[in-house]
């Protein structure tokens, strides 16, 4: 099959750059079998977002927030990383200023052997301490309800941002470097909803990124885009760093 000139022209661009930046969300783990969050089969379909996935949740029900969390983990644990998780980790390689900044917490991304990356959203394999603030990696299977710190006894929530809250700072500042100085930015199966990941796109733009998007569908930033190509992210990513 002969690849499409938007492709071929995002295709050459990679292969120019010396600075890369990639921006991911769910669509890139819905490859490998991950639920996407908004659509016909996402998890907000059936879930509301506030009654899980915030601080007021957590702190009204742990109980409900540790279920659905041991719900999740224990189906992302079946799951492995897909071509495009692999194609991104060859571009880290070939490209000499690479970063990949995840909205994904499924853990994939690094699994699939990324290093040069921020989990802006956090890591559903990472639990943090509601008083003492350690973060330790934890992959029980269950986690017991309700987990407590090995070190101050205080309940531990999951290492996650949730609605409401702030990105970490450090993560904040690495993503915005590295939106500004890359000389093309790929966005890969995001919806585009969720801030401050929705801004990245016209902030590489405004400073003088070539813009490309990857998804199933036409999002918010189809039309901010230089090039918006529609397909599955495990057919379309490879393509692209072949
Ligand atoms: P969404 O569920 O909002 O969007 C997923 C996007 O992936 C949609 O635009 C789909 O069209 C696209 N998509 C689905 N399958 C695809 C495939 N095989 N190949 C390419 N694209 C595909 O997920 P996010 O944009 O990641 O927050 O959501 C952002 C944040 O909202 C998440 O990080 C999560 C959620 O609330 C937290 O967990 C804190």
Redesign the pocket.
């Known amino acids: 099959m002969n690849a499409s000139p938007a492709i071929q022209e995002l295709k050459a661009r990679l292969a120019q750059a010396t600075a890369v930046t990639v921006l991911t969300?769910?669509?890139?783990s819905?490859?490998s079998g991950v639920p996407?969050?908004?659509?016909a089969d996402?998890l907000?379909k059936d879930h509301r977002?506030e009654e899980l996935?915030s601080p007021e949740a957590f702190a009204r029900n742990p109980t409900l927030v540790w279920e659905w969390y041991n719900w999740r983990r224990g189906l992302i644990a079946t799951k492995q990383p897909n071509p495009a998780h692999t194609a991104l980790v060859e571009l880290e390689h070939t490209v000499n200023d690479f970063w990949l900044i995840t909205?994904?917490?499924d853990g994939l991304h690094p699994l699939a052997g990324s290093q040069r990356l921020s989990e802006i959203?956090g890591n559903i394999w990472k639990v943090r301490c509601t008083q003492c603030e350690r973060i330790t990696v934890n992959r029980d299977m269950p986690i017991a309800i309700l987990p407590e710190c090995s070190t101050c006894a205080g309940l531990l929530r999951p290492h996650?941002?949730?609605f409401g809250e702030s990105l970490d700072p450090e993560d904040l500042q690495k993503s915005f470097d590295a939106l500004r100085k890359c000389e093309v930015l790929l966005i890969?199966?995001?919806?585009?909803?969720?801030y401050p990941?929705a801004s990245f796109g016209p902030i590489a733009k405004e400073n003088g990124a070539f813009v490309a998007e990857?998804?199933?569908?036409p999002?918010p930033n189809s039309d901010l885009v230089d090039v918006a190509i529609q397909g599955?992210?495990?057919d379309l990513v490879p393509q692209l760093v072949s």
């Open positions: 969300g769910a669509g890139i819905a490859d996407t969050f908004r659509g996402g907000w977002p996935a909205q994904n917490v959203h996650i941002v949730w890969i199966g995001t919806s585009g909803m969720v990941a990857v998804n199933l569908d999002t599955h992210a495990k």
